[in-house]
């Protein structure tokens, strides 16, 4: 896994994940991005992380949005979607699985 580091925080590359190209979707593992989460914003309790795409070298901010559990109600993958993202990254969601 790639990550890039600067003063305030850890990016991760858009590298570090699968893409599906037909959902707009990154997957991950949650052992690979839950060393990062950290709030984002001074003045929001929003908790996520930063990507550098490789293919536009911006970065965007992810916020945790949603989470997915099983019947007993135990977490197996969160959401994460996009703030303050230039417009043709703001439907891209990452997922994180257990």
Not at 23 to 51: A, H, K
């Amino acid at each position: 896994m790639k990550k890039v580091f600067t003063a305030e925080s850890m990016i991760y590359s858009t590298r570090c994940f699968k893409y599906d190209k037909e959902n707009r979707v990154f997957i991950g593992r949650i052992t690979d991005v839950m060393g990062v989460l950290r709030q984002l914003f001074p003045d929001r309790l929003d908790l996520g992380f930063s990507m550098h795409s490789d293919r536009t070298g911006r970065v965007v901010n992810f916020v945790l949005t949603s989470m997915e559990t099983d019947a007993e109600g135990v977490p197996t993958a969160w959401i994460f979607s996009p703030v303050d993202a230039p417009e043709e990254a703001k439907d891209v969601t990452v997922k994180v699985y257990r």
